[in-house]
């Protein structure tokens, strides 16, 4: 009879590892038995030799043999899924493999399973994505390893029949997925960061950037550490601040140095610094007065703020085109053109430039509801009414985070507005509850959660976890150094107070549910006045028949906009006193 019983972890003599070695070779032995011999067609004989190897894996995951164990069960799994054609078989393979990958970088084992992953991806599950990701990450990872060359053949492979129209479906297809609001108690997907991490790619750097503000975000294709320190330089070598990110590669398409020469960053440059350490360096060209790190999930990534500190000067005797923003080289919006002086510019009025970021769009359809009303639409709808009625009535500039059906991360759109130097922030949501008798209206600004409900709003709105939104509050106060809260606050008032007054003359039971406080990652550094408004419950039958009717939408357009002019009205009287028009 085969001896299975595995050691105990805590065993490290010699003898014990000789033991484990032994264990292993018994086990592959019996696994050669079942594969060479009939007894190989029982279930219950492939499931003794995953015990057996599971048993070494667990027993002793620091012996060389842990890896060879993983593997094993990998292709018995794959296996028993040729045979009893089972997803869970098959899912048992892939986290086999996927351990393997993770926890054990630097084995020669780990770019073969990535090969397999790949090749189960593409042939078994039909998710090409994943297929790319996998081979993507041998070529990444494991540029002069022996499967690169097949992988890079591979991964060509599938990008082709991507491109090439399939005779049949996909089994799962990528597609917009609906936020399904859920109580604040049950996490809406599992906490990645307290999760095992192998080791992450660093991908290409952006920034935003113009000589007061830099937002640089640097994402990883997995939760990473890190530490990040400044250098007090001289003339010769000026202050550098950088971050040292751990467990990590820099991916090859990764752009070593970023020339950014805004006045306050001259560039930043991003190097392996040791196996295991990639270092983002930024060096500066000003005094930098504060600086912040923080981190957002899926994908994760590390948001580095950098402001200077000089004082801004008189904002309506700066030209345009000093204000001009690096954003990804990219279009943000035909709104982002500069415009010819305005009347409330040439006034010298303290509010002329306003961002409106209507929430979610792209493959962020944000909430929906059951007859496929999506948020992304909704709010696209309502931000360019508002964004036509402030220009008009205003005459402020507008800009707008988003024009079109288009994804955006969250980070970007205050980045935007930063970059920009926008004198207020206004994003605009439709909200959901799982309780479908909530209704009414209610606007936030940035700030600790004031209740539950809060809470898993703003998990709902960050496309994140509970448990990562209690992480944010932990970090909140020291990102909020820079905020304008009392501003927020009345800015908020204003809308909030507007919208249900003005909406309750034509429709019945606008509910105020007020001013509140959330962890909005779509605020966070925001260096104006910054709130976001949810317009309305989807997740309402009433109010989604509204949120249907142009009418009500021309209405609470109407209202936010009358709310910002109540504001932009009050700063023009502040402005008035400081700078005296003559009449
Ligand atoms: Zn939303």
């Given at each position: 009879?085969?001896?299975?019983?595995?050691?105990?972890?805590?065993?490290?003599?010699?003898?014990?590892?000789?033991?484990?070695?032994?264990?292993?070779?018994?086990?592959?032995?019996?696994?050669?038995?079942?594969?060479?011999?009939?007894?190989?067609?029982?279930?219950?004989?492939?499931?003794?030799?995953?015990?057996?190897?599971?048993?070494?894996?667990?027993?002793?995951?620091?012996?060389?043999?842990?890896?060879?164990?993983?593997?094993?069960?990998g292709?018995?799994f794959q296996?028993?899924f040729?045979?009893?054609?089972?997803a869970?078989?098959l899912d048992q393979a892939i986290s086999a493999y996927e351990?393997?990958s993770?926890?054990?970088?630097?084995?020669?084992?780990?770019?073969?399973a990535f090969f397999i992953l790949g090749d189960i991806f593409r042939s078994d599950k039909k998710d090409p994505g994943k297929a790319a990701r996998a081979y993507a990450k041998i070529?990444?990872?494991?540029?002069?390893?022996?499967?690169?060359?097949?992988a890079?053949?591979r991964l060509?492979q599938v990008k082709?029949a991507a491109?090439?129209?399939?005779?049949?479906?996909a089994k799962e297809e990528i597609?917009?997925?609906?936020?399904?609001?859920?109580?604040?108690?049950?996490?809406?997907?599992?906490?990645?960061?307290?999760?095992?991490?192998?080791?992450?790619?660093?991908?290409?750097?952006?920034?935003?950037?113009?000589?007061?503000?830099?937002?640089?975000?640097?994402?990883?294709?997995?939760?990473?550490?890190?530490?990040?320190?400044?250098?007090?330089?001289?003339?010769?070598?000026?202050?550098?601040?950088?971050?040292?990110?751990?467990?990590?590669?820099?991916?090859?398409?990764?752009?070593?140095?970023?020339?950014?020469?805004?006045?306050?960053?001259?560039?930043?440059?991003?190097?392996?610094?040791?196996?295991?350490?990639?270092?983002?360096?930024?060096?500066?060209?000003?005094?930098?007065?504060?600086?912040?790190?923080?981190?957002?999930?899926?994908?994760?990534?590390?948001?580095?703020?950098?402001?200077?500190?000089?004082?801004?000067?008189?904002?309506?005797?700066?030209?345009?085109?000093?204000?001009?923003?690096?954003?990804?080289?990219?279009?943000?919006?035909?709104?982002?053109?500069?415009?010819?002086?305005?009347?409330?510019?040439?006034?010298?009025?303290?509010?002329?430039?306003?961002?409106?970021?209507?929430?979610?769009?792209?493959?962020?359809?944000?909430?929906?509801?059951?007859?496929?009303?999506?948020?992304?639409?909704?709010?696209?709808?309502?931000?360019?009414?508002?964004?036509?009625?402030?220009?008009?009535?205003?005459?402020?500039?507008?800009?707008?985070?988003?024009?079109?059906?288009?994804?955006?991360?969250?980070?970007?759109?205050?980045?935007?507005?930063?970059?920009?130097?926008?004198?207020?922030?206004?994003?605009?949501?439709?909200?959901?509850?799982?309780?479908?008798?909530?209704?009414?209206?209610?606007?936030?600004?940035?700030?600790?959660?004031?209740?539950?409900?809060?809470?898993?709003?703003?998990?709902?709105?960050?496309?994140?976890?509970?448990?990562?939104?209690?992480?944010?509050?932990?970090?909140?106060?020291?990102?909020?150094?820079?905020?304008?809260?009392?501003?927020?606050?009345?800015?908020?008032?204003?809308?909030?107070?507007?919208?249900?007054?003005?909406?309750?003359?034509?429709?019945?039971?606008?509910?105020?549910?007020?001013?509140?406080?959330?962890?909005?990652?779509?605020?966070?550094?925001?260096?104006?006045?910054?709130?976001?408004?949810?317009?309305?419950?989807?997740?309402?039958?009433?109010?989604?028949?509204?949120?249907?009717?142009?009418?009500?939408?021309?209405?609470?357009?109407?209202?936010?906009?009358?709310?910002?002019?109540?504001?932009?009205?009050?700063?023009?009287?502040?402005?008035?006193?400081?700078?005296?028009?003559?009449?």
């Amino acid at each position: 009879m085969l001896l299975l019983l595995a050691t105990p972890a805590w065993s490290k003599s010699e003898s014990d590892q000789d033991d484990i070695a032994r264990q292993y070779e018994q086990a592959k032995a019996y696994y050669q038995d079942l594969v060479t011999h009939d007894k190989g067609k029982d279930r219950n004989s492939w499931l003794t030799s995953v015990t057996a190897f599971r048993s070494i894996y667990k027993a002793a995951p620091d012996h060389q043999v842990a890896p060879k164990s993983l593997f094993m069960l990998g292709k018995i799994f794959q296996t028993m899924f040729s045979q009893s054609g089972k997803a869970h078989d098959l899912d048992q393979a892939i986290s086999a493999y996927e351990e393997l990958s993770s926890r054990y970088p630097g084995n020669t084992l780990a770019d073969d399973a990535f090969f397999i992953l790949g090749d189960i991806f593409r042939s078994d599950k039909k998710d090409p994505g994943k297929a790319a990701r996998a081979y993507a990450k041998i070529i990444a990872i494991y540029p002069e390893g022996d499967m690169a060359a097949a992988a890079q053949e591979r991964l060509l492979q599938v990008k082709h029949a991507a491109t090439t129209p399939s005779p049949l479906p996909a089994k799962e297809e990528i597609r917009e997925k609906c936020i399904i609001p859920q109580a604040v108690d049950e996490p809406q997907q599992k906490d990645l960061a307290g999760e095992k991490t192998g080791m992450a790619t660093v991908l290409p750097i952006h920034h935003w950037s113009n000589k007061r503000y830099t937002r640089l975000v640097v994402e990883t294709t997995g939760p990473v550490t890190f530490k990040h320190q400044t250098l007090t330089g001289n003339e010769a070598s000026p202050r550098r601040i950088y971050i040292d990110l751990h467990n990590c590669r820099l991916s090859p398409e990764s752009i070593k140095t970023i020339p950014i020469e805004d006045g306050l960053l001259r560039r930043v440059r991003n190097a392996q610094f040791d196996p295991q350490t990639v270092r983002v360096v930024l060096d500066t060209q000003t005094n930098i007065s504060n600086y912040k790190v923080f981190t957002l999930a899926d994908p994760f990534r590390v948001v580095i703020d950098v402001m200077s500190n000089d004082a801004p000067p008189e904002k309506a005797k700066e030209p345009d085109d000093k204000r001009k923003a690096t954003t990804r080289g990219k279009k943000v919006s035909p709104a982002n053109k500069a415009q010819s002086p305005t009347l409330a510019r040439q006034l010298e009025l303290g509010i002329k430039r306003i961002v409106i970021d209507p929430g979610h769009g792209g493959k962020d359809p944000g909430t929906c509801s059951p007859s496929g009303l999506k948020e992304k639409d909704i709010v696209l709808d309502v931000a360019l009414r508002v964004a036509k009625i402030i220009r008009e009535k205003l005459g402020c500039e507008v800009i707008l985070t988003r024009d079109r059906d288009v994804f955006i991360p969250l980070e970007e759109r205050t980045a935007i507005a930063n970059a920009k130097e926008a004198d207020l922030f206004l994003s605009i949501h439709v909200n959901a509850a799982p309780n479908h008798d909530a209704h009414g209206i209610e606007t936030y600004v940035l700030d600790l959660a004031s209740n539950k409900d809060a809470m898993r709003l703003a998990a709902m709105e960050n496309a994140t976890s509970a448990k990562q939104i209690s992480d944010l509050q932990a970090i909140l106060l020291d990102l909020m150094q820079n905020s304008k809260i009392n501003e927020s606050l009345k800015l908020a008032g204003l809308v909030q107070d507007k919208m249900v007054s003005g909406l309750n003359q034509k429709f019945s039971d606008v509910s105020n549910l007020g001013v509140k406080k959330a962890p909005f990652v779509v605020l966070i550094g925001a260096q104006m006045p910054a709130i976001l408004t949810e317009i309305a419950f989807l997740s309402n039958p009433e109010e989604e028949k509204r949120l249907r009717n142009e009418a009500y939408l021309a209405e609470v357009a109407n209202h936010i906009s009358g709310g910002v002019a109540q504001y932009v009205e009050s700063m023009r009287l502040v402005a008035n006193y400081r700078h005296p028009i003559s009449r």
